[in-house]
């Protein structure tokens, strides 16, 4: 049935001879639509490059200035200003004559307007270096230097509102900070880690390092961060993440869940608009109409990642992985009940509107599939560790059909999932917890056959309409994947009639098939490899603690009556609970973006500190005053934001010591100390899952608080550790995914979990007795 299936949907795509006139006039206009939508990608291209070039300054500019010197000079009266500069150069030309004094109009004019690009952007760059405001506004006054700083450059946005590449060029560089001082930091942040003998041999360590071989890797440092764009950013890509051989499902990728309402419950319908809103994305992707992301509101983060964001693949290597990204694609790949589709977004020049996408996918439902075992649990392979899929993927995917269908797959846009089950959760009233455990795991791992996990996002939805998205993690962070979501979801809420069905007053325009992939799986060392993947996932999935953790007993408006930083209060509250938990400290990673500078990805925020564990111990001593707790919470938080701040201005830890530790094994030079250190095991791995990236996304999220995300993850990342996501979802809520390994007798999700949420009332229960007793 399957093959007959199969065959049927590939002798309707079949490309037949033509032979009449009709047949080759169609061939020769869809050959000239595919040259023509090449040419004016190429030309809007070139456009947007120019455009970026000479940002801060307008290409009508250029046309100004030189209408201005022709003016004033064919008017008579040069003013002394132009030096007599036209007449000069009209003096080295072959006559007077009108034409040659317009053509020296021209070449002054152009002249004045280079150098006008050129003093507009070494002073944009220039404002673009200054990072005192980071350290200003935040309960201290703000200085005039940082006053006039800002007026200048809003100044300069509001004279050229910039493109989505606009200040790449312009952006700072990370500098390599001195070694010294980063060790120092080192030290610091491993003091409540260890005790006084340990600590005094790493000290010695440190400092032998420092005076040693230190010296050469930190001078080779600097000489690449004078050439590269940033000195972190292609080695972190290249050796944390593509030359990891471990899977990606759970160890690597990261997920997100749906936004908390939903505004219909028809599969398709949802599918087809969702696939509409991202190709539509897409495409103002492509002509860098989405403007960059401004702290602020002023100060651009780089924009570099967004550029891989569709048509993007990791591709598996035995000796380390590659990402591929296709400058275009017309289509996407469809997962259902097994089967592999092949459906058409792009058609005869142009996006196919949602209800055209619709159709497609219906057809899909509504055909029953019915699939080989070996397509079902194909997709078992991605998840798999990452030499055995390459050896796979060079056997029996590198010729023939399987070679065709998988780079349908890798060429896509991004991969549908329709799910032949619904995704119970309620994050609104919060009936039945486990529905929000499954459905985060569900984010995460899928059925471990149905997330393609190579795809730099796999988007799943359920029949009843809701859904999930897994991302692949090297190619870009979480702040751009969930822009994505949060920018489009605005317009799916709004998308759908009374009855769920996708509001439209226009017609069908093309009824288009999709395409059923072919695939050979008559190989049974293939069958083999495909089952034990899939059997090497279950194990992995099986072993995962997952679950997402509500509290609401308050959010981001109570903390900040307390006058303290949101996310450095979740933090304490977390290094509170991993105590009650362990009854030690641990290294604790937070992730912090470094997209001030170009080519910036993240760094590290180690948020176990010595004020951290001072007011830890505190909280569990009955004999400390109420106010000591608190003033040693606010010290703590402190500590916490100047920590954050510096990651982010480029004065992290680890990046840099990772770095060193490259130029380390490139010179074939062991260095005890960074071995050392690049070992240390991360027991609490966390991030702040980011939302309201852009304050239009903020002021829909005031009008439309259903759109606030349900939550967001990733796997356990240390064996007897924790992985903590959080968000801070408004004034009234905290949502955390939080995951551990079953495995490990040390650790328990559900226990974790508990402890954080009593953490937070302690914190509050504390702060309010500190209010009673007439604290501010």
Known sequence: MAEAHQATHYGSSRIHEHTDENHDKAVLKLLWRSGWRSYKKKS???????????????LDTALVLIGAIMVVHFGGNNPKWSLGSVDKLVGYMPSSSYFWQVVSCVIIGFTCW???????????????QYQGYMYEGRGSKVSLKTKIWAATLKGFIRLNPPQLYSFQSLLPRLSVPPLKDTIQRYLRSMRPIVDDENYQRLKREAEDFESGIGRKLQKYLIL???WAPNYVSDWWEEYVYLKSPGPLMAKSNIHFTDHIAHPTTKQTARAANVTHMFIEYRKKLDKHEIPPIMGQGMVPLCSMQYERLFNTTRIPGVNGDKIVHYETSDHIAVLHKGCWYKVKVHHNGRILKPLEIQYQFDQIVNSNPVSSHGEKYLAALTSWERPKWAETRDKYFSTGINKKALRIIETAAFVMVLDDVPYESDFVNLTNPENLHRLGKHAMCGNVYD??????????????????????HSWADALVISRLFEETMIYDIHAYDSEGNIKSNTEFEYKLKPRRLEWDFSNDDLISRINQAYADGMKLYNDVDFQIVVFTEFGKGYIKTCKLSPDAFCQMALQLAYFRDFGKFSLT???????????????????????????VKAMEDPKTPTKEKVRLLKVACERHQKAYLEAMTGKGIDRHLFCLYVVAKYLEVK?????????????????????????????????????????????????????????ITGEDRITLSLASYKSCELTSTDRFGKRIMQALIDIRDMMEAYKAEGGK
């Open 44 to 58: 809007g291209k070139f456009k947007n490059s120019v455009k970026n070039l000479i940002y801060p300054a307008h």
């Open 114 to 128: 280079v150098t006008l690009v050129i003093v507009l952007k070494l002073i944009l760059k220039l404002l673009l």
């Open 224 to 226: 690449k961060s004078w």
């Open 451 to 472: 997330i393609w996990f190579d795809k730099t996002f796999t988007v799943n939805i359920g029949t009843n309409a809701k859904s999930t998205c897994n991302v692949e």
């Open 589 to 615: 990673y937070e992730a912090s973006m470094t997209r001030l500078f170009r080519d910036g990805r993240t760094e590290t925020v180690r948020a176990c500190s010595i004020e951290s564990s001072a007011w």
């Open 671 to 727: 260095s005890p100390f960074l071995e050392e250190l690049l070992s240390e095991p991360w027991r609490m791995s966390t991030s702040q899952t980011p939302h309201g990236q852009s304050q239009r996304i903020l002021d829909e999220l005031k009008k439309y608080p259903e759109l606030k995300g349900g939550a967001g993850g990733f796997g356990p990342i240390s064996y007897d550790g924790y992985s903590i996501s959080y968000i």
